[in-house]
């Protein structure tokens, strides 16, 4: 089976292409007029039932729109497109497919990021297409199997900001779910309904010109009594190549679409031998095929064969792909076909839906593995595909989205039941940074472990499982009470254990040494699981070397760390998680060294992407670093909406450490603070400097931002207490055990010193700082604190 988890749920070619017509189609040239003249209004509406020939006159205005040099990418829509992100996932490849050189990173932030990620998407995508300048027309046939207001409000925002350049042709059954009244005011609206669609007498002539002795006024006759609709003349066209009683077949046409439809499929199928149609109802359940699938499911040699003989008659089956061919019934026949299997013979279409499943998880489809085996009514079987197929390890490959997307297809009951199901759902929703949903999920492995009569062993091992996850969700938490108990079981067996779990459990261990001052253990631990190091993990054990490396000012060290790290990150891409997280940690070194220009970009590039996961250190640098930059660079506004930006996933998520820093940058720039915390600020504290660095450094942030708000006052008492409490500040850091904080803290008593107007007490600190910042090689901390 190829590997499910290094991409999205596969889908055929066949979603990004048009179908290929075998036989001789009937030019419209009325139609084709119309689109002519549209242009390149926003917004071209095909919409009727199914059978009046929708996507046949697209794709001939494809044709001619690229002949004359338009991009036309395709995408034909199934239920999967309800998720809003496999939808937009769906949309970047077709558009890929014909212009390669737009969104090539956007598919991997929309994995990383989910939905969080999806307005983020929808204008890069729209920038990117309006940066290149060549037209792109994209083609979204059966729309109206998207419901969901997810999806639906996608792309409508996509027609409402996009440029001429983006185009869209929208088939559908109708015209809901599209903005249409904004679009027809601006007259940027093209809309060609079933009316527009029917076949005149002309065209059915030309459709049915090789039925011999087909009289003009039969035509006449068959043009009326089905209303011009084209699926209707078409299966009477084959009907009539059967018998060619045009007179019987008239008398026995009366009534709506529906029951004329279902008078002419049965009279097409009654035609056919009786091979050919059992293999018609066996290959008709699934939305495409292929030859080797067409074979599996209705048991016979060369189905390949066949469904290209089906082709050649006309029979509803249009080509898809050519390499290898996939092929698709349309829908109105399809439709027929299953309601008459379930009508006649329920208890096989289970089994084609099972053996449809099999084949498709065999071939690396998990989404539609997951969907037959629902349709079979194997509920059990459909989870057990997604818990063979996906391990708490496979979330490291960045692919979670797409996971959860596939188990929100499952019974609710049956996956709470599922220790391991659950793990993983726990391990994608620590990526996707939702504590609730990390919350829950490990309940749910507690209890379904409880439940279980899985071996004593075997449920030891879950339950270790779950105490990794649960510490990594605390780190990224920002909490570090309490982890070393959570991995202390890995940490004495990492040879019988997967992979993943040392590599967490190192991250985990760093972080819990850096941030009880213990920088030295931080680097044991990752040299520890230096055995385990593979791929995106290499990368974030990197990252904490450097932070732990920072903090001791150790810069040669942190720089080479955090550019390793960004190496490994960027060769997964530019705009992965991992890339992010390290580019955000380089640029603030770099901007604390003197490297501006490269700093800025890389702070740019990290926090252009919105609201993300990940550790409070890359926060603090993708939030309050880049700020301050951006406040260098004279746009204060723009550091001002970081620094909200910033405070406000401090405050959803509940990061003390982060809403800190940022107050403290809000402080440092001089921006306004609200009063009661500028007052809170400024109230007299003492910092406890324990074993809880996190605390510690939350609490050192206050400090500081209240000595530089007293520092600013107008009165020489305020003044005087902000040289005190920066003194105080500055005896309670060990300088052995926490060289930079130390030096912050030095640097903020000079700074505090100068501003009191004491330039002799300021003096042999002013001193001390410069030697320092020169010796480490970080002169912009002085520039910083205007010292430099």
Same mark, same amino acid.
């Given at each position: 089976?190829?590997?499910?988890?290094?991409?999205?749920?596969?889908?055929?070619?066949?979603?990004?292409?048009?179908?290929?017509?075998?036989?001789?189609?009937?030019?419209?040239?009325?139609?084709?007029?119309?689109?002519?003249?549209?242009?390149?209004?926003?917004?071209?509406?095909?919409?009727?039932?199914?059978?009046?020939? /929708?996507?046949?006159?697209?794709?001939?205005?494809?044709?001619?729109?690229?002949? +004359?040099?338009?991009?036309?990418?395709?995408?034909?829509?199934?239920?999967?497109?309800?998720?809003?992100?496999?939808?937009?996932?769906? $949309?970047?490849?077709?558009?890929?497919?014909?212009?390669?050189?737009?969104?090539?990173?956007?598919?991997?932030?929309?994995?990383?990021?989910?939905?969080?990620?999806?307005?983020?998407?929808?204008?890069?995508?729209?920038?990117?297409?309006?940066?290149?300048?060549? *037209?792109?027309?994209?083609?979204?046939?059966?729309?109206?199997?998207?419901?969901?207001?997810?999806?639906?409000?996608?792309?409508?925002?996509?027609?409402?900001?996009?440029?001429?350049?983006?185009?869209?042709?929208?088939?559908?059954?109708?015209?809901?779910?599209?903005?249409?009244?904004?679009?027809?005011?601006?007259?940027?609206?093209?809309?060609?309904?079933?009316?527009?669609?029917?076949?005149?007498?002309?065209?059915?002539?030309?459709?049915?010109?090789?039925?011999?002795?087909?009289?003009?006024?039969?035509?006449?006759? #068959?043009?009326?009594?089905?209303?011009?609709?084209?699926?209707?003349?078409?299966?009477?066209?084959?009907?009539?190549?059967?018998?060619?009683?045009?007179?019987?077949?008239?008398?026995?046409?009366?009534?709506?679409?529906?029951?004329?439809?279902?008078?002419?499929?049965?009279?097409?199928?009654?035609?056919?031998?009786?091979?050919?149609?059992?293999?018609?109802?066996?290959?008709? !359940?699934?939305?495409?095929?292929?030859?080797?699938?067409?074979?599996?499911?209705?048991?016979?040699?060369? &189905?390949?064969?066949?469904?290209?003989?089906?082709?050649?008659?006309?029979?509803?089956?249009?080509?898809?792909?050519?390499?290898?061919?996939?092929?698709?019934?349309?829908?109105?026949?399809?439709?027929?076909?299953?309601?008459?299997?379930?009508?006649? +013979?329920?208890?096989?279409? /289970?089994?084609?839906?099972?053996?449809?499943?099999?084949?498709?998880?065999?071939?690396?489809?998990?989404? =539609?593995?997951?969907?037959?085996? #629902?349709?079979?009514?194997?509920?059990?079987?459909?989870?057990?595909?997604?818990?063979?197929?996906?391990?708490?390890? +496979?979330?490291?490959?960045?692919?979670?989205?797409?996971?959860?997307?596939?188990?929100?297809?499952?019974?609710?009951?049956?996956?709470?039941?599922?220790?391991?199901?659950?793990?993983?759902?726990?391990?994608?929703?620590?990526?996707?940074?939702?504590?609730?949903? !990390?919350?829950?999920?490990?309940?749910?492995?507690? &209890? @379904? !472990?409880?439940?279980?009569?899985? *071996?004593?062993?075997?449920?030891?091992?879950?339950?270790?499982?779950?105490?990794?996850?649960?510490?990594?969700?605390?780190?990224?938490?920002?909490?570090?009470?309490?982890?070393?108990?959570?991995?202390?079981?890995?940490?004495?067996?990492?040879?019988?254990?997967?992979? $993943?779990?040392?590599?967490?459990?190192?991250?985990? @261990?760093?972080?819990?040494?850096? =941030?009880?001052?213990?920088?030295?253990?931080?680097?044991?631990?990752?040299?520890?699981?230096?055995? =385990?190091?593979?791929?995106?993990?290499?990368?974030?054990?990197?990252?904490?070397?450097?932070?732990? @490396?920072?903090?001791?000012?150790?810069?040669?060290?942190?720089?080479?760390?955090?550019?390793?790290?960004?190496?490994?990150?960027?060769?997964?891409?530019?705009?992965?998680? @991992?890339?992010?997280?390290?580019?955000?940690?380089?640029?603030?070194?770099?901007?604390?060294?003197?490297?501006?220009?490269?700093?800025?970009?890389?702070?740019?590039?990290?926090?252009?992407?919105? *609201?993300?996961?990940?550790?409070?250190?890359?926060?603090?640098?993708?939030?309050?670093?880049?700020?301050?930059?951006?406040?260098?660079?004279?746009?204060?506004?723009?550091?001002?909406?970081?620094?909200?930006?910033?405070?406000?996933?401090?405050?959803?998520?509940?990061?003390?450490?982060?809403?800190?820093?940022?107050?403290?940058?809000?402080?440092?720039?001089?921006?306004? !603070?609200?009063?009661?915390?500028?007052?809170?600020?400024?109230?007299?504290?003492?910092?406890?400097?324990?074993?809880?660095?996190?605390?510690?450094?939350?609490?050192?942030?206050?400090?500081?931002?209240?000595?530089?708000?007293?520092?600013?006052?107008?009165?020489?008492?305020?003044?005087?207490?902000?040289?005190?409490?920066?003194?105080?500040?500055?005896?309670?850091?060990?300088?052995?055990?926490?060289?930079?904080?130390?030096?912050?803290?030095?640097?903020?008593?000079?700074?505090?010193?100068?501003?009191?107007?004491?330039?002799?007490?300021?003096?042999?600190?002013?001193?001390?700082?410069?030697?320092?910042?020169?010796?480490?090689?970080?002169?912009?901390?002085?520039?910083?604190?205007?010292?430099?």
């Amino acid at each position: 089976m190829g590997d499910l988890h290094s991409r999205p749920p596969p889908a055929p070619a066949t979603k990004f292409r048009p179908p290929v017509a075998v036989l001789s189609l009937v030019t419209r040239h009325k139609l084709m007029a119309v689109l002519c003249a549209a242009g390149r209004r926003r917004l071209i509406l095909i919409y009727a039932p199914s059978g009046f020939g /929708k996507t046949t006159l697209v794709e001939q205005w494809r044709a001619e729109l690229s002949s +004359s040099g338009v991009a036309v990418a395709w995408l034909t829509v199934d239920d999967d497109d309800n998720n809003v992100v496999w939808f937009l996932a769906h $949309v970047l490849e077709a558009i890929r497919r014909v212009h390669p050189a737009v969104a090539a990173s956007l598919g991997q932030v929309l994995e990383e990021r989910g939905e969080e990620a999806v307005r983020y998407v929808l204008t890069s995508l729209i920038d990117e297409i309006d940066e290149i300048g060549t *037209p792109v027309t994209l083609v979204i046939d059966d729309w109206q199997r998207v419901s969901h207001s997810r999806t639906t409000e996608a792309l409508r925002y996509l027609i409402d900001h996009g440029s001429h350049h983006l185009q869209f042709i929208v088939n559908s059954w109708s015209r809901a779910r599209l903005p249409l009244s904004k679009l027809r005011l601006r007259d940027e609206l093209v809309e060609i309904d079933c009316d527009n669609l029917r076949f005149d007498a002309d065209e059915a002539q030309a459709l049915l010109k090789d039925i011999a002795g087909l009289a003009d006024s039969d035509v006449a006759a #068959l043009t009326a009594s089905t209303d011009g609709w084209v699926a209707a003349l078409q299966l009477a066209r084959l009907s009539l190549r059967g018998d060619g009683d045009a007179s019987g077949l008239l008398r026995r046409m009366s009534g709506d679409n529906e029951v004329v439809g279902e008078l002419l499929a049965e009279n097409v199928l009654n035609t056919l031998e009786p091979e050919l149609l059992d293999f018609l109802w066996a290959t008709s !359940i699934t939305e495409r095929t292929c030859g080797e699938l067409a074979s599996v499911l209705a048991g016979v040699d060369g &189905g390949r064969d066949v469904l290209e003989d089906v082709e050649r008659r006309g029979l509803f089956l249009r080509r898809t792909d050519d390499d290898p061919p996939w092929f698709r019934y349309h829908q109105m026949f399809a439709g027929f076909l299953r309601r008459r299997l379930e009508r006649d +013979s329920p208890d096989r279409l /289970k089994r084609l839906h099972r053996t449809a499943s099999d084949w498709f998880a065999e071939h690396g489809y998990l989404s =539609y593995a997951v969907d037959h085996a #629902l349709a079979a009514g194997e509920a059990t079987r459909a989870v057990d595909l997604v818990e063979r197929d996906r391990t708490i390890g +496979s979330v490291n490959r960045s692919r979670m989205t797409t996971y959860l997307g596939i188990i929100d297809k499952l019974p609710t009951q049956l996956v709470n039941s599922r220790p391991r199901l659950n793990l993983s759902i726990a391990a994608a929703n620590i990526l996707l940074q939702r504590p609730a949903a !990390i919350e829950a999920a490990l309940d749910r492995v507690a &209890g @379904a !472990i409880s439940k279980s009569d899985l *071996p004593a062993e075997k449920r030891a091992d879950l339950t270790l499982e779950a105490d990794v996850l649960r510490a990594v969700a605390q780190m990224n938490a920002d909490r570090v009470e309490g982890l070393a108990h959570l991995v202390a079981r890995v940490i004495s067996r990492p040879k019988t254990l997967r992979p $993943v779990l040392p590599q967490a459990t190192a991250t985990v @261990a760093a972080f819990a040494g850096i =941030y009880r001052f213990d920088f030295e253990a931080a680097h044991r631990a990752l040299e520890w699981a230096a055995p =385990y190091d593979e791929g995106a993990a290499a990368g974030y054990h990197s990252c904490w070397e450097g932070i732990a @490396a920072r903090h001791q000012l150790d810069i040669p060290r942190a720089l080479r760390s955090f550019r390793k790290a960004f190496e490994i990150g960027a060769a997964v891409g530019r705009e992965s998680q @991992a890339a992010r997280h390290a580019g955000a940690l380089l640029g603030e070194l770099l901007y604390e060294m003197g490297g501006f220009a490269e700093a800025a970009d890389l702070l740019e590039e990290s926090y252009r992407l919105g *609201p993300e996961a990940g550790a409070v250190d890359y926060l603090v640098a993708q939030y309050a670093v880049s700020a301050r930059i951006k406040a260098a660079q004279g746009d204060r506004d723009a550091a001002g909406s970081r620094l909200d930006a910033g405070m406000t996933v401090a405050q959803r998520l509940g990061l003390p450490r982060l809403a800190a820093a940022i107050n403290h940058e809000r402080v440092r720039l001089q921006l306004p !603070i609200a009063p009661p915390e500028a007052a809170r600020l400024q109230a007299v504290r003492r910092v406890f400097h324990g074993s809880n660095g996190i605390a510690t450094i939350a609490a050192e942030l206050d400090e500081a931002s209240g000595i530089r708000l007293l520092s600013r006052s107008r009165t020489r008492d305020d003044r005087d207490r902000a040289c005190r409490r920066a003194g105080a500040l500055l005896a309670g850091i060990d300088p052995t055990a926490r060289p930079l904080a130390a030096l912050h803290a030095r640097l903020l008593l000079a700074e505090t010193l100068t501003a009191a107007g004491l330039a002799k007490d300021a003096g042999d600190h002013i001193a001390a700082v410069r030697a320092l910042c020169t010796q480490y090689g970080l002169p912009q901390l002085l520039v910083d604190a205007g010292l430099g």
